[in-house]
Structures are given as structure tokens and as C-alpha cells.
């Protein structure tokens, strides 16, 4: 299965400004998946991004807030923009590989002060 | 609308033992359904992949079954270790290729 390579592991950003978070994948992927985890909660799906086409949010996730590039088949970014102590959580990408199933990045753990 | 429960939400038992974890979803028109371990402030881990034509799955010490028509799933780890705490999560997939994911359930091996 694919391995997800994310960065950054962990931030801690002042109210306000923005994060970009990018994850590379070890071979070619159709959808890119992100994610939130508030603590102590699951995983939340923000959005589905397909190369070449504007990324798919979930209802309660807007592209000015959390804009998605999906550049090639192997990259994508999530940034998180204008942020407030309530976007402090944990931030995963996903890809699937057919019956391999989903392989997900190591996470973006995100402070925000 | 799928949801995803896991019972229970926290488990503790003593090292050595044979312990199980529940899944239940409510709509049973799933195409796959995976387990994942989470350690603190980490990524997941995928342990086990079960196809909708599927009953069971092991790897090592797991097992898991899936019941597709009464909508359930347990991951059964035997002969536990203290390696093996972390927080347990089931995610089923459906048609539009999205994963719904359960509560978990954060599991506390005893040494």
C-alpha cells in the first residue's frame, strides 16, 4: 500500500494567520483525502481532492477557509487560513489504493494561540 | 446518514489477556470496513481490511469478522501487551468512497 509522507508533524501559529500542510504520497493516487480530529473527538472528513479539479468539501467546510491545491497525482495541500483557537487539532491526509484499502499520514498536530 | 459506534469507549485489562472491540454501523451497504490503531497525537495505522464479501480477516494476534447484515465488526487481539494501547478506530466505506469513522474505543493494556 502507499506510504503518506505530511509535514509538518506538529505547529503551534497565532490567531490569525495561516498554515499549509502538504502531503506527499510514494505513487500515483486519483482522490486525496483530509481530515480533522478536534481532541478527544474521531476523524472528520473536511474534503476530497482529485487532481486536476476543484477539491469536494463536506457540509461545514468552505474552500476560503480551508483551501486545497491538488497539483499532481502524488501531492496535495490543505491550508488552514485566518486560524482561531478552534482549528487546534489534528490534521490527516489519506489516499486509497484499491483493495489495500486507506493509508493516512502521520498527522499535523496544530496550536493555535 | 451511516453511523459508526464502537463500545466501549475505554477499556483497560491486565497483560496476557484475550480481549474484544466493537463496531456497529446502521446502514449495512458498505464495500469495505477498516480497522486502524491511533497512538497518541499520531497518524493511523491500518490493522485489518474486510471486504463487503467478506467474513474475517486475521494478521498476527488480530482477528477481525464482519457481520454485513446486522451491521457489526469486532477486532479481537489475543494474548495482549503493553504495546498494544492505543486508541481503536472502525471506518466503513460506501459507495462514494468515503470513510465514516466509529467513536474508537482507547484500549489500556495493564503490565
Known amino acids: 500500500s502507499a506510504v503518506i509522507s505530511q509535514k509538518p508533524s506538529r505547529d503551534i501559529c497565532q490567531r490569525g494567520t495561516s498554515l499549509t500542510i502538504q502531503c506527499q504520497v510514494d505513487?500515483?493516487?486519483?482522490?486525496m483525502f483530509w481530515y480533522r480530529q478536534q481532541p478527544g473527538q474521531s476523524l472528520t472528513l473536511i474534503a476530497t481532492a482529485n487532481q486536476g479539479s476543484e477539491a469536494t468539501y463536506e457540509s461545514g467546510f468552505v474552500i476560503d477557509k480551508f483551501p486545497i491545491s491538488r497539483p499532481n497525482l502524488t501531492f496535495s495541500t490543505l491550508t488552514v487560513s485566518n486560524m482561531s483557537p478552534e482549528d487546534s487539532s489534528i490534521y490527516l491526509c489519506?489516499?486509497?489504493?484499491?483493495?489495500?484499502?486507506?493509508?493516512f499520514g502521520s498527522g499535523t498536530r496544530l496550536t493555535v494561540v | 446518514k451511516q453511523e459508526v459506534t464502537q463500545i466501549p469507549a475505554a477499556l483497560s485489562v491486565p497483560e496476557g489477556e484475550n480481549l474484544v472491540l466493537n463496531c456497529s454501523f446502521t446502514d449495512s451497504a458498505i464495500y469495505n470496513l477498516q480497522w486502524f490503531r491511533q497512538d497518541p497525537g499520531k497518524g493511523l495505522t491500518s490493522l485489518l481490511l474486510?471486504?463487503?464479501?467478506?467474513r474475517e480477516q486475521t494478521s498476527g494476534r488480530l482477528n477481525a469478522s464482519l457481520d454485513k447484515s446486522s451491521g457489526r465488526s469486532t477486532l479481537y487481539i489475543a494474548a495482549s501487551q503493553p504495546g498494544d494501547s492505543a486508541t481503536y478506530l472502525c471506518a466503513v466505506m460506501e459507495g462514494n468512497e468515503k470513510l465514516t469513522f466509529g467513536t474508537g474505543t482507547r484500549l489500556t493494556i495493564i503490565p
Open positions: 489519506s489516499s486509497r489504493q484499491g483493495f489495500h484499502g486507506y493509508t
Open positions: 474486510i471486504q463487503s464479501s467478506q
Open positions: 505513487s500515483q493516487v486519483t482522490m
